[in-house]
């Protein structure tokens, strides 16, 4: 393998590496991320169970991972004003912060309108 590939390479596994111990971070830390990662996967058992089609897998995939994702940008904005506001009460600590739990409460709706669409007909076929 060519050395400026190898490298680049390198460093691409490296980022990886950093990212994967963010989410780890994130997991330890925040309970919000560790109950939407169990919504996730009990929507994923949903899925399998009802034998959802491949539009709504994806669908389910996608709002999952933007729950999951806005939860983990989320946790690094409150770390960012944490560290700036360092225990002050800031009025724009305040509003990054208030802005930040709505971007969260916005994927989530979103995440849970996609579901119910997707298995309120599911279930009614169970009833
Ligand atoms: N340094 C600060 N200055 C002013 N307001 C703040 C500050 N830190 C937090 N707040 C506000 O206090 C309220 C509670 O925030 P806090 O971060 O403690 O809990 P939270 O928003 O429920 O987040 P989490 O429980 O995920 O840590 C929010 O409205 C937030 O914007």
Redesign the pocket.
């Not at 225990?87 to 009025?91: A, D, F």
């Not at 600590?93 to 208030?98: H, Q, S, V």
């Given at each position: 393998m060519a050395s400026p590939v190898k490298a680049s390479l390198k460093k691409f596994i490296k980022s990886c590496s950093f990212a994967i111990s963010g989410i780890y971070q994130a997991f330890q830390t925040?309970?919000?991320l560790r109950i939407e990662l169990c919504i996730g996967l009990l929507t994923i058992g949903a899925g399998f169970y009802f034998q959802i089609t491949l539009g709504e897998w994806l669908a389910v995939l996608l709002a999952s991972g933007l729950v999951l994702s806005a939860e983990l940008f989320?946790?690094a904005i409150?770390t960012v004003?944490?560290l700036v506001?360092q225990?002050?009460?800031?009025?724009l600590?305040?509003?990054?912060?208030?802005i930040a739990?709505g971007a969260v409460l916005l994927a989530a709706l979103t995440a849970a309108l996609i579901g119910l669409i997707i298995f309120i007909p599911y279930m009614k076929l169970l009833i």
């Open positions: 925040e309970r919000n989320n946790s409150e004003v944490d506001a225990g002050q009460e800031l009025p600590a305040k509003r990054a912060k208030d739990a």
